[in-house]
């Protein structure tokens, strides 16, 4: 079962959007902003795990917390109309450098 999750992540809490494959809403949680709550939560949500994030100062940290965890990881920039951006194989390069 795909699970399509998106992220909007803040200094102190971080909500989580979960849509079905049909787009339906199936729960909405605000969990602690750490890796350890962030991975627990997308774990705990079983199948197969699309993540989203908005681009930002936390995208590459929550690129590289979440991808182990899910299928694939896109991230979205504001003003794209939503339409989720894969990261290129460079970004990933220079992600796994830093």
């Given at each position: 079962m795909d699970r399509y999750i998106g992220v909007d992540v803040h200094r102190a809490s971080t909500t989580f959007e979960v849509l079905s494959a049909s787009g339906k809403k199936v729960r909405r949680d605000v969990v602690e902003t750490n890796g350890g709550a962030l991975v627990g939560y997308v774990k705990q949500l079983g199948g197969k795990r699309h993540v989203c994030v908005e681009?930002?100062?936390?995208?590459?940290?929550?690129?590289?917390?979440?991808l182990p965890h899910a299928e694939e990881v896109l991230w979205s920039i504001e003003g794209d109309g939503g339409r989720g951006r894969r990261a290129t194989r460079s970004m990933r390069m220079r992600w796994r450098r830093r």
């Open positions: 681009e930002g100062e936390w995208s590459e940290w929550l690129y590289e917390i979440f």
